[in-house]
C-alpha cells in the first residue's frame, strides 16, 4: 500500500511538472510567434517637433514605447563602457560623483559637427543593442522606438517603417526654449548640428503634422488602426 502511495504522488507529481513545462514551453514559442509578426515602428523629427507626444498618444492606446533619449541617459550612466569611452573622449569633468554632467558634456559635445558625431558615435551602439533586446521581450501587435536619429545612427535598418513628425521651425524653436530653459540662438546652433528637415521628412513612410492647428490624435488614431490590420498579415 506504501508503495501504491508512493507511486501515485509521483505520477501526480510528474503530471503536474509535465503540464507545467508544456505550457511553458507553449508560451515561450507564443511569444515567439507574436515577436515574428510584430511591427517595429519608429517615430523621429527634430529638435522641438513633438515626436515625444506623438509617442506619449500611441502609449496611450496600449502600444509599448522605446524612447531612445531615455535610454541614452540611462547607460551614460549605468553602462561602464559607455561612460569609460565618454571619459576618454571629453575628459573626467564629463561625470560629477558618478552621474553624468550633462551641463559640461552638452557643452562640448554640442559646440561642432564633429563632436556631436563622436558622442553619437559612442552612445547609438549601445542604445540600438538595448532596444534591441527591449523588443524581443514586447507582445504587442506593434512597437513604437521614438528617436531623433533614427537615420542618422542607422537604426532604420531594424524598422519597419518610420513616421515623421514634422513642425514650423518658429514653434520648434519656442517650445525648446520653454521646455529646456534655454536661448533661441541655443536651439538654432543644436537645429543646425540635425539633419535638414525637410530631407529627414522625405526618408519617413509616414508624417503626422503637428503645428497646433491640425490634430495629433486623429493622425495618430489613423495610423493606429493601419497598423494594427497589417500586424495581422
Request: aromatic letters at 8%; a neutral charge; glycine letters at 6%.
Amino acid at each position: 500500500m506504501y508503495e501504491a502511495d508512493l507511486y501515485l504522488h509521483w505520477l501526480r507529481t510528474f503530471r503536474f511538472f509535465s503540464t507545467s513545462f508544456i505550457l511553458g514551453f507553449v508560451e515561450i514559442i507564443n511569444t515567439k510567434i507574436r515577436n515574428q509578426n510584430m511591427l517595429r515602428i519608429g517615430i523621429t523629427g527634430g529638435i522641438g517637433s513633438g515626436k515625444s507626444t506623438v509617442a506619449q498618444i500611441f502609449n496611450v492606446l496600449g502600444i509599448p514605447v522605446y524612447s531612445s533619449d531615455d535610454a541614452a541617459k540611462r547607460l551614460m550612466n549605468e553602462d561602464e563602457e559607455v561612460k569609460n569611452k565618454i571619459i576618454k573622449s571629453f575628459g573626467e569633468e564629463s561625470y560629477s560623483n558618478g552621474k553624468l554632467n550633462r551641463k559640461y558634456l552638452a557643452e562640448k559635445a554640442f559646440s561642432d559637427r564633429s563632436k556631436t558625431d563622436l558622442l553619437n558615435s559612442l552612445v547609438h551602439p549601445a542604445t540600438i543593442k538595448d532596444a534591441s533586446t527591449w523588443m524581443k521581450k514586447q507582445t504587442a501587435p506593434y512597437i513604437i522606438k521614438e528617436a531623433a536619429l533614427i537615420f542618422e545612427s542607422g537604426s532604420d535598418e531594424f524598422l519597419d517603417a518610420v513616421i515623421g513628425v514634422k513642425s514650423p521651425l518658429s514653434l520648434r524653436i519656442e517650445r525648446t526654449i520653454k521646455r529646456n530653459s534655454v536661448t533661441a540662438a541655443d536651439v538654432e546652433a543644436r537645429i543646425k548640428l540635425q539633419m535638414d528637415e525637410n530631407e529627414k521628412m522625405g526618408l519617413c513612410d509616414y508624417i503626422i503634422v503637428n503645428d497646433e492647428k491640425q490634430m495629433l490624435i486623429p493622425q495618430v488614431l489613423l495610423l493606429h488602426q493601419k497598423f494594427l490590420k497589417e500586424s495581422l498579415l
